[in-house]
């Protein structure tokens, strides 16, 4: 496991928090911990707040009341810097992967290294990853030319190319058919094995169940503006 991961058990909390959106308050009093090499799952119904429970454990948000720790920090005492260099010890695979349509796959990928000024290690990385997830041979073509279970395992290769210590993903295999769903289920368990803490929001029941076959996976459940522990599958 990554020297990083070890020295924060706990490499994301939130204690107690609530978040609301102009004055209608979403949830209340939730609390959440991701222990270093965890996986666990976040479901609910649309609408309950998964993404932007999402959004706050990599800081991209911030509370409306109670407090979210990152990396043992307070997010809401730390500054643009501060969260920018937590979010390069977390890699996001967003719901709608976005991609730059004019560069190829492979420059889409690289594109956090060069973010971090760590371009220089960019092809190593690359070549890697890219048999890794399976689309050497997409390398130089251009995102709309993808299909979307190809679309998905790139947007994973761009969130671990900075080797981060957290992977948060959001529905990743919402828009991909069951073979795909365990390509990227497959990748994500291996990245697990590696000491990676993984945090997956989802509908797919089935997922979760070939997860916990596989792994020691957690579930939550966010309904009616509380979390729930242990919810059954």
């Given at each position: 496991m990554d020297q990083r991961a070890k020295e924060d058990p706990r490499v994301i909390e939130l204690q107690d928090v609530a978040?609301?959106?102009?004055?209608?308050?979403?949830?209340?009093?939730?609390?959440?911990?991701l222990a270093a090499g965890s996986f666990q799952f976040l479901t609910g119904p649309s609408g309950a707040g998964k993404t932007t429970l999402l959004r706050l454990c990599?800081?991209?948000?911030?509370?409306?009341?109670?407090r979210v720790n990152l990396f043992g920090a307070d997010a809401?005492?730390?500054?643009r810097d501060d969260v920018a260099m937590a979010r390069r010890r977390i890699g996001v695979v967003h719901q709608d992967c976005q991609f730059l349509d004019h560069l190829p796959l492979a420059d889409n990928i690289a594109l956090p290294l060069q973010v971090a000024g760590r371009s220089m290690e960019a092809q190593g990385n690359l070549d890697d990853l890219l048999a890794w997830v399976g689309l050497t041979a997409q390398a130089a073509q251009l995102p709309p030319q993808?299909?979307?279970g190809e679309r998905q395992r790139a947007a994973l290769a761009r969130a671990v190319i900075t080797s981060p210590?957290?992977?948060i993903a959001d529905e990743p295999t919402g828009n991909?058919?069951?073979e795909m769903s365990q390509r990227l289920l497959t990748l994500l368990v291996e990245l697990n094995r590696m000491g990676k803490t993984v945090l997956i929001a989802t509908h797919d029941m089935n997922l979760i169940r070939a997860a916990k076959a596989q792994v020691?996976?957690?579930?939550?459940r966010l309904k009616d503006g509380r979390l729930q522990a242990g919810a059954a599958l």
């Open positions: 978040y609301s959106y102009g004055g209608a308050e979403l949830f209340a009093g939730l609390t959440l911990s990599y800081g991209d948000l911030r509370a409306t009341a109670g809401q005492a730390m500054t993808l299909s979307g210590d957290v992977i991909v058919d069951w020691s996976a957690s579930v939550l």
